[in-house]
Protein backbone atom coordinates (compact mmCIF):
# COMPACT_ATOMS: atom_id res chain seq x y z
CA UNK A 1 0.00 0.00 0.00
CA UNK A 2 2.83 2.22 0.65
CA UNK A 3 4.67 1.98 -2.78
CA UNK A 4 0.98 2.17 -4.49
CA UNK A 5 0.71 5.60 -2.75
CA UNK A 6 4.32 6.82 -3.99
CA UNK A 7 3.27 5.20 -7.30
CA UNK A 8 -0.15 7.15 -7.48
CA UNK A 9 1.36 10.46 -5.83
CA UNK A 10 4.29 10.38 -7.74
CA UNK A 11 6.80 12.30 -5.30
CA UNK A 12 9.82 10.77 -6.88
CA UNK A 13 9.78 8.53 -10.68
CA UNK A 14 8.10 5.06 -10.28
CA UNK A 15 11.56 3.88 -10.86
CA UNK A 16 12.65 5.07 -7.48
CA UNK A 17 9.79 3.90 -5.48
CA UNK A 18 10.44 0.75 -7.31
CA UNK A 19 14.02 0.64 -6.73
CA UNK A 20 12.53 1.89 -2.53
CA UNK A 21 10.08 -1.12 -2.98
CA UNK A 22 12.79 -3.79 -3.03
CA UNK A 23 14.53 -2.80 -0.34
CA UNK A 24 12.08 -3.06 1.56
CA UNK A 25 10.85 -6.51 0.12
CA UNK A 26 14.59 -7.83 1.11
CA UNK A 27 15.25 -6.20 4.08
CA UNK A 28 11.84 -7.27 5.73
CA UNK A 29 11.17 -10.98 3.63
CA UNK A 30 14.40 -11.92 1.67
CA UNK A 31 16.42 -11.10 -0.62
CA UNK A 32 15.62 -14.03 -3.63
CA UNK A 33 11.71 -12.86 -3.26
CA UNK A 34 13.01 -9.20 -3.90
CA UNK A 35 14.84 -10.08 -7.13
CA UNK A 36 12.65 -12.81 -8.30
CA UNK A 37 11.22 -10.23 -11.19
CA UNK A 38 14.80 -10.15 -12.50
CA UNK A 39 14.82 -14.01 -13.01
CA UNK A 40 11.02 -14.01 -15.18
CA UNK A 41 11.97 -13.48 -18.98
CA UNK A 42 9.42 -10.42 -19.11
CA UNK A 43 11.44 -8.01 -17.86
CA UNK A 44 14.19 -8.65 -19.99
CA UNK A 45 11.61 -8.41 -23.20
CA UNK A 46 10.86 -4.96 -22.15
CA UNK A 47 14.97 -4.11 -21.94
CA UNK A 48 14.95 -5.53 -25.42
CA UNK A 49 12.12 -4.12 -26.53
CA UNK A 50 13.12 -0.69 -25.73
CA UNK A 51 16.23 -1.31 -27.52
CA UNK A 52 15.05 -2.44 -30.60
CA UNK A 53 12.61 0.31 -30.70
CA UNK A 54 15.25 2.58 -30.43
CA UNK A 55 17.51 0.73 -32.76
CA UNK A 56 14.27 1.18 -35.28
CA UNK A 57 14.48 4.83 -35.12
CA UNK A 58 17.99 5.33 -35.38
CA UNK A 59 18.09 3.42 -38.36
CA UNK A 60 15.25 6.19 -40.24
CA UNK A 61 13.26 3.72 -40.87
CA UNK A 62 10.31 5.24 -37.93
CA UNK A 63 10.91 8.30 -40.41
CA UNK A 64 10.53 6.29 -43.89
CA UNK A 65 7.10 5.16 -42.48
CA UNK A 66 5.64 8.45 -42.60
CA UNK A 67 6.24 8.92 -45.86
CA UNK A 68 5.10 5.48 -46.36
CA UNK A 69 1.68 6.55 -44.68
CA UNK A 70 1.31 9.52 -47.27
CA UNK A 71 2.42 7.66 -50.31
CA UNK A 72 -0.27 5.08 -49.36
CA UNK A 73 -2.99 7.71 -48.55
CA UNK A 74 -2.99 9.75 -50.89
CA UNK A 75 -3.60 8.74 -55.01
CA UNK A 76 -0.63 9.95 -57.45
CA UNK A 77 -2.62 11.17 -60.07
CA UNK A 78 -4.53 13.91 -57.33
CA UNK A 79 -2.96 17.32 -56.39
CA UNK A 80 -5.72 18.13 -54.28
CA UNK A 81 -8.30 16.26 -52.37
CA UNK A 82 -11.53 17.59 -49.89
CA UNK A 83 -10.38 17.98 -46.68
CA UNK A 84 -12.69 15.68 -45.31
CA UNK A 85 -11.73 12.85 -47.74
CA UNK A 86 -7.88 13.24 -47.59
CA UNK A 87 -8.48 13.23 -43.39
CA UNK A 88 -10.70 9.75 -43.54
CA UNK A 89 -7.90 8.53 -45.89
CA UNK A 90 -4.91 9.39 -44.03
CA UNK A 91 -6.64 8.83 -40.71
CA UNK A 92 -7.55 5.48 -41.98
CA UNK A 93 -4.00 3.95 -43.47
CA UNK A 94 -2.54 5.84 -40.35
CA UNK A 95 -4.95 3.39 -37.90
CA UNK A 96 -3.65 0.22 -40.02
CA UNK A 97 0.19 1.13 -39.81
CA UNK A 98 -0.49 1.39 -35.95
CA UNK A 99 -2.11 -2.10 -35.47
CA UNK A 100 0.72 -3.58 -37.79
CA UNK A 101 3.61 -1.59 -35.86
CA UNK A 102 1.88 -3.30 -32.84
CA UNK A 103 3.49 -6.59 -33.82
CA UNK A 104 6.94 -5.39 -34.53
CA UNK A 105 7.66 -2.97 -31.72
CA UNK A 106 6.95 -4.80 -28.41
CA UNK A 107 6.41 -2.00 -26.50
CA UNK A 108 3.31 0.75 -26.44
CA UNK A 109 5.30 3.49 -24.70
CA UNK A 110 8.08 3.36 -27.50
CA UNK A 111 5.78 3.00 -30.36
CA UNK A 112 3.96 6.58 -29.12
CA UNK A 113 7.74 7.79 -28.69
CA UNK A 114 7.99 6.85 -32.43
CA UNK A 115 4.93 8.12 -33.82
CA UNK A 116 4.20 10.96 -32.56
CA UNK A 117 6.85 13.26 -34.66
CA UNK A 118 5.67 11.33 -37.69
CA UNK A 119 1.85 12.32 -36.94
CA UNK A 120 2.64 15.87 -36.18
CA UNK A 121 4.36 16.24 -39.54
CA UNK A 122 1.26 14.30 -40.74
CA UNK A 123 -0.97 16.55 -39.37
CA UNK A 124 0.36 19.65 -41.36
CA UNK A 125 -1.79 18.80 -44.14
CA UNK A 126 -4.12 20.30 -42.73
CA UNK A 127 -5.30 23.81 -42.02
CA UNK A 128 -8.44 23.06 -40.16
CA UNK A 129 -7.02 22.61 -36.48
CA UNK A 130 -9.38 19.74 -35.06
CA UNK A 131 -8.09 17.84 -38.41
CA UNK A 132 -4.68 18.21 -37.23
CA UNK A 133 -5.51 16.89 -33.98
CA UNK A 134 -7.39 14.07 -35.21
CA UNK A 135 -4.47 12.83 -37.55
CA UNK A 136 -1.97 13.02 -34.48
CA UNK A 137 -4.08 11.22 -31.58
CA UNK A 138 -5.74 8.99 -33.64
CA UNK A 139 -3.11 6.35 -34.58
CA UNK A 140 -1.55 7.12 -30.87
CA UNK A 141 -4.72 5.97 -29.53
CA UNK A 142 -4.80 3.27 -31.34
CA UNK A 143 -2.04 1.20 -30.94
CA UNK A 144 -2.41 1.97 -27.62
CA UNK A 145 -6.06 0.18 -27.63
CA UNK A 146 -5.00 -2.31 -29.58
CA UNK A 147 -2.08 -3.80 -27.68
CA UNK A 148 -4.32 -5.93 -25.21
CA UNK A 149 -5.00 -7.46 -28.62
CA UNK A 150 -1.65 -8.78 -29.17
CA UNK A 151 0.56 -10.62 -26.71
CA UNK A 152 4.16 -8.48 -27.24
CA UNK A 153 2.07 -5.60 -27.40
CA UNK A 154 1.41 -4.08 -24.24
CA UNK A 155 3.48 -3.96 -20.98
CA UNK A 156 0.08 -4.75 -18.94
CA UNK A 157 -0.60 -8.48 -20.79
CA UNK A 158 4.08 -9.19 -20.55
CA UNK A 159 3.28 -8.51 -16.76
CA UNK A 160 0.67 -10.18 -16.32
CA UNK A 161 1.65 -13.15 -17.70
CA UNK A 162 5.02 -12.67 -16.12
CA UNK A 163 3.04 -12.92 -12.78
CA UNK A 164 1.23 -15.90 -13.75
CA UNK A 165 4.14 -17.61 -14.85
CA UNK A 166 5.90 -16.72 -11.55
CA UNK A 167 2.94 -18.29 -9.34
CA UNK A 168 3.07 -21.53 -11.06
CA UNK A 169 -0.38 -20.68 -13.46
CA UNK A 170 -0.39 -22.08 -16.90
CA UNK A 171 1.78 -20.27 -19.55
CA UNK A 172 0.58 -18.58 -22.04
CA UNK A 173 1.83 -18.93 -25.61
CA UNK A 174 2.21 -15.53 -28.29
CA UNK A 175 0.55 -17.30 -31.21
CA UNK A 176 -2.84 -18.14 -28.68
CA UNK A 177 -2.72 -15.49 -26.77
CA UNK A 178 -3.21 -13.70 -29.80
CA UNK A 179 -5.57 -15.45 -32.07
CA UNK A 180 -7.50 -15.33 -29.17
CA UNK A 181 -7.71 -12.03 -27.92
CA UNK A 182 -6.80 -10.19 -31.54
CA UNK A 183 -9.95 -10.46 -33.33
CA UNK A 184 -12.09 -8.14 -30.73
CA UNK A 185 -9.72 -6.89 -28.17
CA UNK A 186 -7.11 -5.85 -31.23
CA UNK A 187 -8.91 -5.32 -34.65
CA UNK A 188 -12.04 -4.68 -32.87
CA UNK A 189 -10.77 -1.78 -30.56
CA UNK A 190 -8.56 -0.16 -33.42
CA UNK A 191 -11.75 0.01 -35.64
CA UNK A 192 -13.87 1.78 -32.61
CA UNK A 193 -11.52 4.30 -32.42
CA UNK A 194 -10.56 5.67 -35.36
CA UNK A 195 -14.68 5.64 -35.97
CA UNK A 196 -14.82 8.17 -32.49
CA UNK A 197 -11.33 10.10 -34.25
CA UNK A 198 -13.54 10.20 -37.32
CA UNK A 199 -16.69 11.35 -35.96
CA UNK A 200 -15.30 14.21 -33.52
CA UNK A 201 -11.97 15.33 -35.76
CA UNK A 202 -13.91 15.14 -38.87
CA UNK A 203 -12.84 18.88 -41.14
CA UNK A 204 -15.67 20.26 -43.08
CA UNK A 205 -16.03 18.99 -46.54
CA UNK A 206 -15.91 22.32 -48.33
CA UNK A 207 -11.92 23.28 -47.99
CA UNK A 208 -9.70 21.22 -50.09
CA UNK A 209 -6.00 20.18 -49.07
CA UNK A 210 -2.92 19.93 -51.45
CA UNK A 211 -1.10 16.54 -51.18
CA UNK A 212 2.38 15.51 -51.88
CA UNK A 213 3.25 14.22 -55.10
CA UNK A 214 6.99 12.81 -54.03
CA UNK A 215 8.15 10.24 -51.89
CA UNK A 216 11.29 9.43 -50.06
CA UNK A 217 12.41 5.43 -51.07
CA UNK A 218 13.59 3.15 -48.64
CA UNK A 219 17.17 2.83 -48.19
CA UNK A 220 19.46 -0.22 -47.55
CA UNK A 221 19.58 0.47 -43.54
CA UNK A 222 16.07 0.99 -43.39
CA UNK A 223 14.95 -2.13 -45.64
CA UNK A 224 17.61 -4.10 -43.43
CA UNK A 225 16.22 -2.92 -39.98
CA UNK A 226 12.50 -3.96 -41.35
CA UNK A 227 13.68 -7.38 -42.08
CA UNK A 228 15.39 -7.73 -38.56
CA UNK A 229 11.88 -6.98 -37.09
CA UNK A 230 10.25 -9.40 -39.42
CA UNK A 231 12.73 -11.87 -38.09
CA UNK A 232 11.64 -11.45 -34.66
CA UNK A 233 7.86 -11.47 -35.80
CA UNK A 234 8.52 -15.02 -37.51
CA UNK A 235 10.07 -15.73 -34.03
CA UNK A 236 7.17 -15.12 -32.21
CA UNK A 237 4.54 -16.35 -34.28
CA UNK A 238 6.16 -19.78 -34.66
CA UNK A 239 6.82 -20.13 -30.43
CA UNK A 240 4.28 -22.88 -30.18
CA UNK A 241 7.35 -25.07 -32.43
CA UNK A 242 10.09 -24.29 -30.83
CA UNK A 243 8.69 -23.59 -27.49
CA UNK A 244 11.41 -19.93 -26.81
CA UNK A 245 9.96 -17.34 -25.08
CA UNK A 246 9.18 -13.86 -26.99
CA UNK A 247 12.08 -12.71 -25.40
CA UNK A 248 14.41 -14.55 -27.75
CA UNK A 249 12.52 -12.41 -30.91
CA UNK A 250 13.61 -9.25 -29.42
CA UNK A 251 16.66 -10.40 -28.46
CA UNK A 252 17.67 -11.59 -31.77
CA UNK A 253 16.04 -8.00 -33.73
CA UNK A 254 18.93 -6.48 -31.75
CA UNK A 255 21.87 -8.36 -32.07
CA UNK A 256 21.04 -8.41 -35.60
CA UNK A 257 20.71 -4.60 -35.55
CA UNK A 258 24.27 -4.57 -33.76
CA UNK A 259 26.62 -6.82 -35.89
CA UNK A 260 29.31 -4.54 -37.66
CA UNK A 261 28.92 -4.47 -41.29
CA UNK A 262 24.98 -5.42 -41.70
CA UNK A 263 23.42 -4.25 -38.83
CA UNK A 264 22.11 -0.48 -38.50
CA UNK A 265 23.27 1.02 -35.12
CA UNK A 266 26.24 0.63 -32.59
CA UNK A 267 26.00 0.59 -28.45
CA UNK A 268 26.52 4.34 -28.46
CA UNK A 269 23.53 4.67 -30.30
CA UNK A 270 21.75 2.77 -27.99
CA UNK A 271 23.03 4.07 -25.04
CA UNK A 272 20.59 6.83 -24.70
CA UNK A 273 17.56 4.56 -24.03
CA UNK A 274 15.89 4.91 -20.58
CA UNK A 275 15.84 1.34 -18.71
CA UNK A 276 14.74 2.66 -15.45
CA UNK A 277 11.22 1.03 -15.78
CA UNK A 278 12.70 -2.31 -14.86
CA UNK A 279 12.83 -1.59 -11.26
CA UNK A 280 9.06 -0.70 -11.32
CA UNK A 281 8.62 -3.77 -13.03
CA UNK A 282 10.86 -5.75 -10.73
CA UNK A 283 9.13 -4.60 -8.08
CA UNK A 284 5.76 -5.27 -8.96
CA UNK A 285 6.39 -9.07 -9.64
CA UNK A 286 7.99 -9.21 -6.35
CA UNK A 287 4.73 -7.83 -4.67
CA UNK A 288 2.67 -9.65 -6.98
CA UNK A 289 5.40 -13.19 -5.99
CA UNK A 290 5.11 -11.78 -2.25
CA UNK A 291 1.22 -11.79 -1.96
CA UNK A 292 0.72 -15.01 -3.10
CA UNK A 293 3.71 -16.31 -1.24
CA UNK A 294 2.55 -14.81 2.01
CA UNK A 295 -1.01 -16.16 1.73
CA UNK A 296 -2.70 -13.02 1.25
CA UNK A 297 -3.98 -13.54 -2.20
CA UNK A 298 -5.48 -16.59 -1.21
CA UNK A 299 -6.96 -15.18 1.76
CA UNK A 300 -8.37 -12.29 -0.19
CA UNK A 301 -9.86 -14.11 -3.04
CA UNK A 302 -11.47 -16.48 -0.27
CA UNK A 303 -13.25 -12.95 1.12
CA UNK A 304 -14.37 -12.24 -2.50
CA UNK A 305 -15.69 -15.37 -3.40
CA UNK A 306 -17.99 -14.89 0.04
CA UNK A 307 -19.87 -12.39 -1.15
CA UNK A 308 -20.82 -13.94 -4.43
CA UNK A 309 -24.38 -15.27 -4.33
CA UNK A 310 -23.52 -19.09 -5.31
CA UNK A 311 -27.04 -19.78 -6.02
CA UNK A 312 -27.24 -17.43 -8.58
CA UNK A 313 -27.58 -17.32 -12.20
CA UNK A 314 -24.37 -18.02 -14.19
CA UNK A 315 -24.24 -14.76 -15.57
CA UNK A 316 -24.31 -12.91 -12.54
CA UNK A 317 -21.92 -15.14 -10.76
CA UNK A 318 -19.63 -14.43 -13.45
Given amino acids: VFCIALWIATPVPPAVTGMLCLGLIGVVFSTELALTGFQSPTIWLVVFG ?33 ERRAFSRLLGVS ?59 GLPNIITTGIADSVGAT ?22 VTAIIYRLYRPPTAASVSVPTSYSRMTSTQRRMFGFLLVGV ?24 LIPGIGVASLDDLSDVDLSIIFF ?29 TAAPLWLVL
Fill in 50 to 82: LLLGEAARTSGLAGWGGTRIESLAFPSDADELS
Fill in 95 to 153: AVAAVGLAFLIPSALVRILMMAPILQKLSTTFDNERARIGIFLGPLLVTFYAAPGIFTA
Fill in 171 to 192: SVSWTAWTLQMFPLMGLGRAAL
Fill in 234 to 257: LIWITDGVHGLHPLFGALVVVLLA
Fill in 281 to 309: IGAVFAIGTGLSETGFAEAAANELLTIIP
